[in-house]
């Protein structure tokens, strides 16, 4: 497929609990971007990763939340010991270069449901 | 701190008619304003932007307005088909900047 991916689609898990989300940008976009949608609100900016850079984790909630991004093409969001308020919509975007007036391409998201 | 104030929550709309969806900012520094259509499942995409040195910009039937000294700036939505009932959002950044910086969404509903 020529779009972002996300998995797993939906992911239910105890608090407390560790849980990795996966991200497959566009082939050759250097630039992407973790953002967190909870129920009612816009999207709340997480991580930016632009090429070989080091990221810009300014958007991360708490130091439980961290993320990685292999040969500068899969990433993946790893939230350590869940808690109930984390439960939300992670939605992963690439863009062909850095800069948001480039545009930002979402994937489908990942549903997360704290227990 | 919410930089980005959109209203309304939620739009009925009767098919063929206009929706309007506004939008307020607080950043002098904002300066490219993006909207951007989630259907249910779906990530958003983007649907029309606009950048300050004009004051509209129509694509189709979107729309949007803009009004600099007010800092606000608006989606019209002409002949509102059912197709396009879903959230939309707006969102605005900085020069250089690479964070969005978007509004809580407005979830639309087009009644035949």
């Known amino acids: 497929g020529a779009g972002v991916s996300q998995s797993p689609s939906n992911k239910v898990t105890e608090k407390g609990k560790d849980v990795e989300l996966r991200c497959d940008p566009i082939?050759?976009?250097?630039?992407l971007y973790w953002y967190r949608q909870s129920l009612g609100q816009g999207l709340e900016f997480l991580i930016y990763f632009q090429g070989n850079s080091a990221p810009d984790k300014s958007g991360l909630p708490s130091d439980r939340f961290s993320a990685e991004r292999t040969g500068g093409s899969v990433s993946t969001l790893t939230i350590q010991r869940t808690q109930q308020e984390d439960s939300a919509v992670y939605l992963c975007?690439?863009?062909?270069?850095?800069?948001?007036?480039?545009?930002?391409?979402f994937g489908p998201g990942t549903r997360l449901t704290v227990l | 701190q919410q930089q980005v104030k959109q209203s309304p929550q939620s739009l009925i709309v009767q098919k063929g008619g206009i929706s309007i969806i506004n939008c307020a900012y607080e950043?002098?520094?904002?300066?490219?304003f993006p909207w951007y259509q989630q259907f249910p499942g779906k990530g958003p995409a983007l649907l029309i932007a606009?950048?300050?040195?004009?004051s509209e910009k129509k694509e189709g039937r979107f729309t949007i307005s803009f009004n600099k000294s007010a800092k606000q700036f608006s989606l019209h939505i002409m002949d509102s088909q059912p197709g396009d009932s879903a959230t939309y959002f707006c969102?605005?950044?900085?020069?250089?900047?690479?964070?969005?910086?978007f509004g809580k969404g407005t979830k639309l509903s087009v009644i035949p």
């Open positions: 082939s050759g976009h250097t630039a």
């Open positions: 975007a690439s863009s062909l270069v850095g800069g948001s007036v480039n545009e930002q391409f």
């Open positions: 950043n002098t520094a904002f300066d490219y």
């Open positions: 606009i950048r300050p040195d004009v």
């Open positions: 969102a605005a950044t900085g020069a250089g900047s690479y964070q969005l910086t």
